[in-house]
Each structure stands twice: as C-alpha cells, then as structure tokens.
C-alpha cells in the first residue's frame, strides 16, 4: 500500500517478492522530491507520533539554508517512550544525542533524529505544544508564523514530510 496525502490510499501493488522492486519504484515517485534551493524557513505538515515527526523534522532539515528554521504544523502528541524522555531531560540536543548514544534505549531512531534536526536550526511548534521547550523547539503563534513568513527570502512548504523524502537538486 502506497499512503497517499492525508492518509488517503494512492497506490497499492500486490504480488509475490517480483512486485517489491514495482511498490519502491511507485513509493518513490509519490514521495521523493526535490527543491531548486534551499531555503532559510522550512515549514513542515505531518502527523503522527514523535517518531513519525522526528522524520519530518529530518526531511525538512535536508533543504534548510544554513542555520534556519523549521515550523513543524503537527498536533501535539505525548511522549511514549525512553528514548523521547531521554530527550525531554537533556540540557542541549547534543546532550541529547550524547545520552541516547550510551543508553540505546527503544525509540533511539526518532529520537535521534529530532535531537540532531534541533542542532540543525530552530525548531518551532505550534502553541499547543505543552513541552515545546522540553523538546529544543519553541512555540510558535499563527500571527508570528507569517512574519516569518514575510521576513524570509524563501520559504519551502514540505506536505505530509513524515512521508516524503526531499532534497536540493
């Protein structure tokens, strides 16, 4: 099954372990994009658990211009597991990824990936976001999004980016 925008089904492809290389193929040309440029605002959609937005927050930072910003529009969601409280009670995200390194708890992956997108730029979450702050991002209010909006040069906006695979080309 290929997840199409907003859960929906795009594509399915079924058979025995010859449809594999046919359901990548389709996969990728569903998901993977590029971008002209990089840009200094990322704005990402996704939905999800943490991991699942971790993994947008890395696909918005493969495209972000130097040290930019990444508004991530997710609802909130709760931390589950060891690896994400692990985060929640590191000092920096470099302490973060340090920690997750020697422990290896469950969850490393996402974990990982939301500790090294916060070293990448600002991460900012929408208001509802109640351990925004815990989690190396800042909340951010609809009236300062578009002045960020504004302010910027260029603004890239990734769909679905829990999904998607995005690079500059």
Do not use: C, Y
């Not at 990728?28 to 971790?54: F, K, M, N």
């Not at 109640?130 to 960020?148: C, G, N, S, V, Y």
């Amino acid at each position: 099954v290929i997840e199409g925008p907003n859960g929906t089904i795009e594509d399915v492809v079924a058979g025995l372990v010859d449809s594999l290389d046919e359901g990548v193929k389709r996969q990728r040309a569903r998901w993977e994009q590029t971008v002209a440029a990089a840009s200094p605002l990322v704005i990402a959609t996704a939905r999800g658990d943490l991991h699942d937005l971790a993994n947008a927050l890395a696909n918005a930072g493969r495209i972000l211009d130097g040290i930019g910003q990444i508004v991530l529009l997710a609802e909130p969601t709760a931390v589950a597991d060891e690896a994400f409280v692990i985060v929640r009670h590191a000092a920096t995200p470099a302490a973060a990824a340090t920690a997750l390194q020697q422990d290896k708890p469950e969850g490393l992956a996402g974990a990982m990936l939301w500790s090294l997108s916060a070293r990448l730029g600002a991460i900012r979450l929408g208001p509802d976001w109640p351990d925004a702050k815990e989690l190396f991002a800042t909340p951010i209010t609809r009236d300062e999004l578009q002045q960020l909006i504004d302010q910027s040069p260029r603004v890239a906006v990734l769909t679905d980016a829990h999904l998607s695979f995005t690079r500059v080309g």
